[in-house]
């Protein structure tokens, strides 16, 4: 029975666990670099580092998409970071929220922030960058 469980639900355990490094990687980024830098500063760069491993995750193993040809690998990796921008836009704004207007302790806006762009970020994976075909 566990064994049909892990089958049926691979993709989001998959998904999980490299969307947990994926977030770990985000926000070591940021703590490092957000004390020595603005922070929206600090949270393209750790974003932009962990969507390229985020990138190549899904695909190998979340996923597991096959592209043929650099057409459809263009078309593909386009389709993931224009879905990642948004993620971005909506990363900024929690951030900017938790940081300028509620005066939140950064790391922990940055950590709540990423709960929510990993959700949505699933959401954006599965139905139209890494569709079954």
Do not use: C
């Not at 999980?16 to 490092?32: C, K, R, S």
């Not at 939140?104 to 922030?113: C, E, F, Q």
Request: no cysteine; net charge positive; charged share 10%.
């Amino acid at each position: 029975m566990m064994i049909q469980l892990f089958k049926k639900y691979r993709a989001v355990i998959a998904y999980l666990f490299f969307g947990g490094l994926t977030t770990l990687i985000n926000l070591i980024v940021f703590a490092v670099l957000q004390p020595v830098m603005y922070y929206q500063v600090a949270n393209v760069i750790a974003w932009f580092l962990s969507v390229l491993f985020a990138y190549i995750t899904n695909k190998l193993w979340v996923f597991s998409a096959k592209t043929h040809g650099l057409a459809e690998l263009t078309k593909e990796v386009s389709s993931f970071f224009f879905f990642r921008v948004l993620s971005l836009l909506l990363d900024m704004f929690i951030v900017w929220l938790g940081i300028t207007v509620l005066h939140a302790n950064p790391l922990l806006t940055k950590l709540v922030d990423n709960v929510v762009v990993v959700v949505a970020n699933y959401f954006f994976s599965k139905l139209f960058i890494f569709k079954v075909k």
